[in-house]
Nanobody, 124 residues
């Protein structure tokens, strides 16, 4: 079984920063991709960024230049540094993991495992 535990959410003012983390544990193997998604009330789950097994990182247009995805050397923890936050960034943020060897995906259905989410609130 695989467990993903997100942390780091909170409430900030517009222009502020947060750093989310996602700790992965269990039988994840050595080849997997991970990603961050978010979902605001009444909206569909939105892809933010992901990292492939070879370390290649992709970003959604909404994240480019403001968000940075990184992973620790053991690949057991995924981070999302979020700067210049805007009210439109407010959402529940989810970490996801896929155990296939392919490139990381923007499609939420691609991922096998999900964390419980961490809430981000941005006030104007």
């Amino acid at each position: 079984e695989v467990e993903l535990v997100e942390a780091g959410g909170g409430s900030v003012q517009a222009g502020g920063s947060l750093r989310l983390s996602c700790a992965a544990s269990g039988n994840i193997g050595s080849v997997f991709s991970m990603g961050w998604f978010r979902q605001a009330p009444g909206k569909e789950r939105e892809w933010i960024s992901c990292i492939a097994p070879d370390g290649r990182i992709k970003y959604a247009d909404s994240a480019k230049g403001r968000f940075t995805l990184s992973q620790d050397s053991a690949k057991s923890t995924l981070y999302l540094q979020m700067n210049s936050l805007e009210p439109g960034d407010a959402a529940m943020y989810y970490c996801a993991l896929d155990t296939s060897a392919g490139p990381c995906s923007e499609y939420h259905g691609y991922y096998n495992y999900w964390g419980q989410g961490t809430q981000v609130t941005v006030s104007s």
